[in-house]
């Protein structure tokens, strides 16, 4: 997937987006059927489209992609009957690349299937390839033709021009060739395929669950189709695993120190998973907490922004005493497609979502938390809702540090410009949002948060956090030829 031209929602433009979820099942009568229910559980990572693969022996490789909600297109009989086997990837994903033309985007919808000498593979992607232009170019300059916009075709592609014996040895020479950020499913006829790159930035996990084997972004997917969660795929690790139930590991990269995403626990991923043995609501709990402990205020409520700032909140308040009320209320049944986004509607803005308890928040000194601040408008909007409805003042907590660097490892976020924290300080942001105080968790109390109790060390730090520091663990290579000037970028 890549960063150009991303789409945003007209009801809620201020959030960092993870682009896509993954998914594949193997050994499991209607394997469709689970696969459909897995990208249920990780629609919060991609709700423009989704698409399914699987194999059948008697019907052969089998595909449906649809734009739009994965409950909306995956759900009746007719559509999975036209999926059968027991083999089965999906992806659901943010359409930020081609055209938003609804006639034309269907054809960037993973998973991605080509024929190749031994048969046929899909594949699906999570995450972004850093170096996705300069591939694409070499390898149209050399006959290949791209029938997708997308960066994740590359993959194929190089499978493609690969000489190796079997469709596993062509996937590990192709990723050879990439650089910056991949979590894959991907299937032959017979074989379910796991990968992560060296760095581990994007997740992926495995899980079994009456003898078929599942891999998935993350374990909640695992839940909701009763498979146990085994282990995580390790970082630079790829696996495959036959229907019997075998599974053979490989390592066919260059080792590296391993740096996950930070903001897998921060935002992307849901709070009922499991990242690295670690609960992510828990975490989110511990950066309330280290907020509470780091910028203390004087206030009569805690109140989160639902509903990705309320664990971050319950921590705040069970730090600081402050009682914790749900001052805000979310409508849970507002899309995208909702309403034709004119521009009366789009003023109503963040109107459309969220709604202030006003009974509640007359009169009261309220301690808004939230989980990030990007552009800054939606921000605005809540706190003049909150103010609007009679509270007395608004302090503004958030649980991340200040987004000042843009990601390249597929998170769909603005350029660099667009970025509050990029162009403000502190105090100017303060003035911007029109709150009686901000403060944003530190980079080191975000680190004790996730289980680093001496904070971030700037010279082998633990996690990817570039949208924080600058401190890019690949170099975006596309970008720097493009004129993007990051403040530290790996060799």
Known sequence: MSNIDCQIDPYDDDKLREECGIYGVIGAPDAANFVALGLHALQHRGQEAGGIVTYDPQTGFNEERRLGLVRDNFTSTTMMKALPGSLGIGHVRYSTTGSKNQHTAIRDVQPFFAEFSMGGAAVAHNGNLTNAVALRRDLIERGAIFHSASDSECITHLMARSMGRTIPDRMKEALRQVEGAFAIVAMTRTKLIGVRDALGIRPLVLGKVDGAHVLSSETCALDIIGAEFIREIDPGEMVVISAEGEIKSYRPFEDK????????????????????????????????????????????????????????AIGYSQESGIPF?????RNQYVGRTFIEPTAQIRNMGVRLKLNVNRELMRGKRVILVDDSVVRGTTSRKIKDMVLEAGAAEVHFRVASPPTVWPDFYGVDMPNREDLLAARMTEDEMRDYLGV????????????????????????????????????????????????????????
């Open 325 to 329: 009320e749900m001052g805000i209320v």
């Open 257 to 312: 120190k391993p740096r996950p995403c930070i903001f897998e626990y921060v935002y992307f991923s849901r709070p009922d998973s499991v990242i690295a043995g670690k609960s992510v609501y828990e975490v989110r709990r511990n950066i309330g907490k280290e907020l509470a402990r780091e910028s203390p205020v004087e206030a009569d409520m805690v109140c989160p922004v639902p509903d990705s700032g309320t664990p971050a």
């Open 436 to 491: 009686a105080s901000l403060k944003f968790v530190s980079i080191d109390g975000l680190y004790r948060a996730v289980g680093e109790p001496d904070g971030r060390d700037p010279n082998n730090p633990a996690y990817h956090d570039a949208v924080f520091t600058g401190d890019y663990p690949v170099a975006p290579s596309d970008m720097i030829k493009k004129g993007f000037k990051p403040k530290i970028a790996a060799e």
